[in-house]
């Protein structure tokens, strides 16, 4: 159910650019790809910070040179790309490397997301734009959004997911889960919290009305049907 917006939750102030940015938050497994899938269909953009960050450890030469000397040049595999996996087991169990880690990518994404907002502007673009990042409310990037929906799943649920979409281990999974902030402490940050123990549709329709409805309550409109 929708929450009030409030100092507690800071959003950007009342804009005339065209954007409704609605970020999109929750723990892996939550069923937020799902929520992001339904909005896109109905016109709206997608910005995924996961997506970002592989393009920075995967393509920012000073991010390279930084994971190799920490993990060794074999970090990355013969195709360029990052093996992630070997990072996250190393940075899950060791806090002081996952710090180290963050410091050296999560600037870039913050700075990916930001340029990304400013193109579409400069594109003209009127509608939705969904920011999924998991790790919004830690960076603040809550404060450049219009709206931030939480999505929550029963936690037997989201681990049966990740198993099979990630192929990732109970173990590693809820060391994963672990590490995120709680789903009560998402949907206290939200201004809407979709629970997701229904059918994918179900899911999506209510995704689709809660955007609709914080568009009213916002006081915007715009071109797209989302």
Same mark, same amino acid.
């Given at each position: 159910?929708?929450?009030?917006?409030?100092?507690?939750?800071?959003?950007?102030?009342p804009?005339?650019?065209?954007?409704?940015?609605v970020?999109?938050?929750?723990?892996?497994g939550?069923?937020?790809?799902?929520?992001?899938?339904?909005?896109?269909?109905?016109?709206a953009?997608?910005i995924?910070?996961?997506?970002?960050?592989?393009?920075?450890?995967?393509r920012?030469?000073?991010?390279?040179?930084?994971?190799?000397?920490?993990?060794?040049?074999?970090?990355?595999?013969?195709?360029?790309?990052?093996?992630r996996?070997?990072? =996250? @087991?190393?940075?899950?169990?060791?806090?002081? #490397?996952? /710090?180290?880690?963050?410091? *050296?990518?999560?600037?870039?994404? %913050? $700075?990916?997301?930001?340029?990304?907002?400013?193109?579409?502007?400069?594109?003209?673009?009127?509608?939705?734009?969904?920011?999924?990042?998991?790790?919004?409310?830690?960076?603040?990037?809550?404060?450049?959004?219009?709206?931030?929906?939480?999505?929550?799943?029963?936690?037997?649920d989201?681990?049966?997911?990740?198993?099979?979409?990630?192929?990732?281990?109970?173990?590693?999974?809820?060391?994963?889960? =672990? @590490?995120?902030?709680?789903?009560?402490?998402? #949907?206290? /940050?939200?201004?809407?919290? *979709?629970?997701?123990?229904?059918? %994918? $549709?179900?899911?999506?329709?209510?995704a689709?009305?809660?955007?609709?409805?914080?568009?009213?309550?916002?006081?915007?409109?715009?071109?797209?049907?989302?």
């Amino acid at each position: 159910m929708p929450g009030p917006m409030s100092a507690e939750r800071p959003r950007r102030p009342p804009s005339d650019d065209g954007l409704f940015v609605v970020g999109l938050v929750g723990q892996a497994g939550s069923g937020k790809s799902t929520v992001a899938r339904a909005l896109a269909a109905e016109g709206a953009v997608v910005i995924e910070a996961d997506a970002l960050g592989h393009e920075v450890t995967d393509r920012d030469p000073e991010v390279r040179r930084g994971l190799e000397a920490e993990y060794g040049p074999d970090v990355y595999r013969g195709d360029g790309t990052l093996d992630r996996r070997r990072v =996250a @087991a190393r940075v899950f169990s060791d806090k002081a #490397a996952r /710090a180290r880690l963050d410091r *050296l990518v999560h600037p870039r994404i %913050i $700075e990916r997301i930001a340029r990304r907002l400013d193109a579409l502007r400069a594109e003209g673009h009127r509608g939705v734009v969904v920011l999924d990042a998991a790790l919004m409310l830690d960076w603040g990037v809550e404060r450049s959004c219009d709206a931030v929906i939480a999505v929550v799943a029963a936690a037997p649920d989201q681990l049966a997911r990740l198993g099979q979409s990630r192929g990732w281990s109970p173990e590693e999974s809820h060391a994963r889960l =672990a @590490a995120q902030r709680s789903p009560a402490a998402f #949907a206290a /940050a939200a201004d809407v919290t *979709l629970e997701n123990r229904g059918t %994918i $549709e179900a899911l999506e329709r209510e995704a689709r009305l809660a955007v609709e409805r914080l568009r009213v309550r916002r006081g915007t409109t715009g071109e797209s049907r989302c």
